[in-house]
Nanobody, 127 residues
């Protein structure tokens, strides 16, 4: 079974930047052969798709983060990244990565496409 481990969260001021990482363990080609996504969940809110990248390399972003967040992956390191720039207080949430073998394109922003999840990393943005 593949394990996904997120890291890189923290507390930053509005306008700051962070880089989240999601390392995959248990199968050496996870990020190469599966679609992967970043999701976030704020207290009292549903988990929402932030960014995704499918097996063809096609990326998709939520409207709220377009132009500020960038998803990327390093196949050699079997690691997924999310670069967060121009952070806003409303970006505060627990961020999760996930892996899916059944989505492509913008459908990979749908959390229902994913069965394999990491434990999350907290991002807090202060004004």
């Amino acid at each position: 079974q593949v394990q996904l481990v997120e890291s890189g969260g923290g507390s930053v001021q509005s306008g700051g930047s962070l880089r989240l990482s999601c390392a995959a363990f248990g199968y050496a080609y996870t990020v190469t052969t599966t679609s992967m996504g970043w999701f976030r969940q704020a207290p009292g809110k549903e988990r929402e798709g932030v960014a995704s990248i499918d097996t063809y390399g096609s990326t998709a972003y939520a409207d709220s983060v377009k132009g500020r967040f960038t998803i990327s992956k390093d196949n050699a390191k079997n690691t997924l990244y999310l670069h967060l720039n121009s952070l806003k207080p409303e970006d505060t949430a627990m961020y999760y990565c996930a892996a899916s073998s059944s989505c492509s394109g913008s459908r990979c922003l749908n959390r229902l496409a994913y069965l394999n999840w990491g434990q999350g990393t907290q991002v807090t943005v202060s004004s």
